[in-house]
């Protein structure tokens, strides 16, 4: 089946580092996501992963992806009070020649100052 | 010069009414979908399109209909509103690329159904 699941909420301090962590059931994934969503607009896509791979880094953003425990985490280095947000984490499935993203139900972050 | 722009951003109405959202993308990507969150900001998926033919209908009732005209349109129609179909609604497209399912949404149109 198709899950995604997250924990509801992270706060931590300005500068430290965020992680964010998913666990998803699709075996088939070809690509992870994760998704920003700021309050009263809609989702960006911050990054993604090739499910071949087990590392990504962009700027701050660290993607890990354990295949084998189908776990996916995003760790936000020197975290700002501007990356307070709601982030998603999302698996591919396809059917057919069109595909969709199936949405965990969104980590909370809240950064003090 | 927005790449996928929906209207309105807020829709409030009575219960038993009619009424649409429409969506645009100038991206120039195959296929759009309808997305739902509700108030615990959950996301479903509604709908999607491709060139213009239905793909996926999520078991949405049958009160909600898209329609494509091309492929850079999506709208959504909604029947008969009830108090339940209060929500954001986010259209998004995509052109999937040796299956990178890349989605680009709209800022949402929030729906308040009294």
């Known amino acids: 089946g198709e899950d995604v699941e997250q924990s509801l909420f992270l706060s931590v301090r300005e500068g430290d580092s965020s992680v964010i962590n998913c666990t998803y059931t699709?075996?088939?994934?070809?690509?992870l996501y994760w998704y920003k969503q700021e309050p009263g607009a809609g989702l960006q896509l911050l990054t993604y992963?090739?499910?071949?791979?087990d590392m990504k880094q962009d700027q701050r953003l660290t993607v890990l992806l354990n295949k084998k425990d189908k776990h996916l985490s995003l760790r936000i280095a020197d975290t700002q009070t501007g990356d307070s947000a709601i982030y998603f984490c999302?698996?591919?499935?396809?059917?057919?020649?069109?595909?969709?993203?199936?949405f965990g139900q969104g980590t909370t972050l809240q950064v003090k100052p | 010069d927005t790449a996928v722009s929906q209207t309105p951003k807020y829709l409030v109405t009575q219960m038993g009414n009619d009424k649409s959202i429409k969506c645009e993308q100038n991206?120039?990507?195959?296929?759009m979908y309808w997305y739902k969150q509700d108030s615990k900001k959950f996301l479903k998926i509604m709908f999607s399109?491709?060139?213009?033919?239905?793909?996926i209908n999520e078991t949405v009732p049958n009160r909600f209909s898209p329609k494509s005209p091309d492929k850079a349109h999506l709208n959504l129609h909604i029947n008969s509103l009830e108090l339940g179909d209060s929500a954001v609604y986010f259209c998004?497209?995509?052109?999937?690329?040796?299956?990178?399912?890349?989605?680009?949404f709209g800022s949402g149109t929030q729906l308040s159904v009294l």
């Open positions: 991206l120039g990507h195959d296929t």
């Open positions: 998004a497209s995509s052109q999937a690329s040796g299956g990178n399912e890349k989605l680009f």
């Open positions: 992963i090739f499910s071949n791979m």
């Open positions: 999302a698996e591919s499935t396809r059917s057919g020649n069109t595909g969709k993203l199936i």
């Open positions: 399109y491709n060139n213009k033919e239905l793909i």
């Open positions: 699709d075996s088939s994934s070809t690509y």
